[in-house]
């Protein structure tokens, strides 16, 4: 038949065959016709015809004939069709699952963190996890013991717009001068310096916090207010602590242009660190330790009262801090990585 006296609608690229068209196959199949001459008809390859026929071939009379049947084809076809695509794996994966509710909800761990800490420790192994994705997609699905809602990230993300505002107070040393192989963090000793407020009134305490940046240690300091003698002595009984490995451990610290850290520029005269300031109104100058001071407010909303939370409190929550994995980390804890390096520096000591 010449294609341009077809009546047949041109066929939609890539469509399956429909039951009809298995009958039309059957029917031409025992009038003698070629599969090349029936794909031309129905408007697919001669592949898909050769395909078809060797799916829904049967044997009749004990085997002793083979022929194509259009029911059968599109048996196999629906079966084919049922067992068609990616399988969820959240009841193969109790174990693990189980696993990921009881971290996020006992730990606060992140979902990040649950599905890739396991692998790191060798508690489960690869073909015993799903993704981080998959995990988030559960939560939309409604199969986890956890909702959208108690992902403290996931609903409150914002982007701001940064703005570069002009340099108006000068405490120290710049950040721009500070070293370019530090913004690496591949070298131990470099932190960031920042306070945590509560109630803001001058009868509350403040909570003095640093991070290193290559561990992302993390370090919670009580202090009674926000002023300049209050950081200054924190900072002599810090160093007190680690005496003679101080200049070893706090190689440098970058803090920001706050009056309380006006007088931070003074342990350059006592020991060998040295102190930067970031530039004002530029907080990601200083993230690691604005990032950890956000894991905070999960324990101590803004408002609360300090004093209301015990010293024991405050260690508390230092402590899941640095016990808390991290992917960046290769899923290996702060205090893992922080102590390694104690080890090496007392060690060579």
Not at 179 to 196: A, T
Not at 265 to 274: D, F, G, R
Not at 312 to 341: G, M, V
């Amino acid at each position: 038949m010449d294609s341009l006296c077809s009546t047949m609608n041109q066929r939609i690229k890539g469509k399956h065959l429909s039951f009809e068209e298995r009958v039309i196959i059957q029917t031409h199949i025992k009038d003698g016709f070629s599969l090349r001459a029936i794909a031309r008809e129905l408007g697919c390859s001669p592949s898909t015809i050769r395909y078809e026929v060797k799916r829904g071939t049967v044997s009749l009379y004990h085997g002793k004939q083979r022929r194509y049947k259009a029911d059968h084809g599109q048996s196999v076809y629906q079966a084919n069709r049922y067992h068609f695509g990616r399988k969820s794996g959240f009841l193969k994966k109790s174990d693990f699952i189980e696993y990921v509710n009881k971290h996020f909800s006992e730990d606060d761990w992140s979902l990040d963190v649950c599905a890739n800490r396991s692998l790191a420790i060798g508690e489960f192994s690869s073909n015993q996890t799903v993704c981080t994705r998959t995990l988030y997609n559960y939560v939309d699905q409604g199969l986890m013991d956890s909702r959208n809602c108690d992902l403290p990230e996931k609903l409150k993300r914002n982007t701001k717009i940064h703005r570069i505002r002009q340099n108006k107070r000068k405490l120290g040393r710049s950040i721009e001068e500070r070293p370019q192989e530090i913004n690496d963090r591949k070298e131990f000793g470099h932190w960031e310096c920042d306070l945590v407020l509560g109630h803001k009134t001058r009868d509350d305490q403040v909570l003095l916090t640093l991070s290193e940046r290559m561990s992302r240690e993390f370090l919670i300091l009580r202090i009674s207010d926000n002023t300049a003698a209050s950081v200054m002595h924190a900072f002599r009984t810090l160093q007190k602590q680690y005496s003679e490995h101080w200049n070893d451990i706090f190689k440098t610290i970058t803090t920001d242009n706050s009056s309380e850290f006006a007088d931070l520029a003074n342990l350059e005269q006592v020991s060998k660190t040295l102190v930067y300031y970031a530039h004002p109104y530029t907080s990601c100058d200083k993230g690691t330790v604005e990032r950890h001071n956000v894991l905070i407010r999960r324990f101590i909303p803004k408002g609360d009262y300090i004093n209301n939370y015990s010293l024991q409190d405050i260690i508390n929550i230092e402590t899941w801090c640095n016990s808390l994995p991290r992917k960046i980390l290769a899923y290996h804890t702060p205090d893992e990585i922080f102590e390694k390096e104690l080890d090496r520096i007392y060690q060579t000591a």
